[in-house]
């Protein structure tokens, strides 16, 4: 790890994250951005994106796990955080329904499960959920940008969804290490092992939904990757692991150093790059390879 960092668990760690993550908030209505008129294959283009439930959906089950989660932190400058994070979500539904409400997007209404009882776990869950679709929904973004799918000017009504997201994946990674110092697995032997466990969660719930969409749609078809071919020509899950590394590592690139980042998933993504032979370019390869990573969280 890079020395500079403040350690994992500190007051100045706590300060750092919390702060940077208040002072990056940006103020906007969402209604009142510059939401672009469509013609009319575009328009049918957007109605046609078989995620938009999915997408209001999440946003409002993070709004009700963090407002739930956020009065239980004693910490009152990490509850400040976090309740503006839930802010944040709060303004990610009404951006997606103003979009739904605009475009004459048909969606249709479902159930919100109650949420399990313990909201600690729930959060944390919901927090390596978010690393996971994050990782993946920066790839697809600019692939689907570069196609030409919308107008430039819809993806930068999207980009400011995707820029919180950034600080909420940056936030969530330091908030879990603090966390995790302070109830003493702060060492990386535990974190390591731990955080694999949580992806592992992740994952699989992501592809819970993926096969529930599919069932849903009643064709057979998957979500995410094969839904992506089909809007994208010329998609390949090599190109989007490509793009998923760059657009990690730029988005990230606008925040503090001294900040955690996330770091196995882009492991993960070199790492299959590498089993299908692909040449890695050499400002992906800084942050080592999967067994480096996984040898140096064990060594502690
Ligand atoms: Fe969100
Ligand atoms: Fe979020």
New binding site residues.
């Given amino acids: 790890m890079a020395t500079g960092k403040p350690k994992a668990g500190s007051a100045e760690h706590r300060e750092l994250f919390c702060r940077s993550f208040i002072d990056s908030h940006l103020r906007f209505e969402p209604e009142r951005l510059a939401w672009p008129e469509l013609d009319p294959d575009m328009l049918q283009r957007l109605r046609e994106v078989p995620f938009w439930q999915e997408v209001l959906y999440t946003e409002m089950r993070?709004i009700r796990i963090i407002e739930a989660f956020a009065p239980t932190i004693p910490d009152p400058l990490v509850r400040e955080a976090m309740e503006l994070?839930a802010e944040?979500?709060r303004r990610?539904e009404r951006l997606v329904r103003h979009l739904i409400a605009r475009y004459g997007i048909v969606i249709e209404a479902r159930d919100n499960p109650p949420l399990p009882s313990d909201i600690e776990r729930t959060f944390i869950d919901f927090g390596y959920g978010?690393c996971v679709d994050s990782f993946l929904g920066f790839g697809f973004f600019r692939l689907a940008r570069e196609s030409g799918f919308l107008p430039p000017e819809m993806f930068d009504v999207l980009e400011i969804l995707m820029g919180?997201?950034v600080r909420?994946v940056l936030f969530f990674v330091n908030w879990m290490a603090w966390h995790q110092a302070r109830r003493g697995r702060g060492a990386a032997a535990w974190r390591g092992p731990a955080s694999a466990w949580y992806y592992a969660r992740a994952v699989a719930a992501l592809v819970g939904v993926a096969l529930r969409n599919a069932r849903q749609q009643g064709n057979g078809r998957e979500f995410s990757a094969t839904q992506a071919a089909g809007l994208m020509p010329g998609f390949t899950v090599g190109g989007l692991l490509d793009a998923c590394l760059e657009e990690n590592r730029r988005r990230l690139d606008g925040y503090g150093r001294d900040l955690l980042r996330p770091l196995f998933l882009p492991a993960l993504a070199r790492f299959a790059l590498r089993l299908t032979g692909r040449r890695i370019p050499e400002d992906m390869r800084e942050e080592g390879s999967l067994m480096r990573r996984v040898w140096t969280v064990l060594r502690g």
């Fill in positions: 993070a994070m944040e979500e990610h978010e919180e997201e909420h």
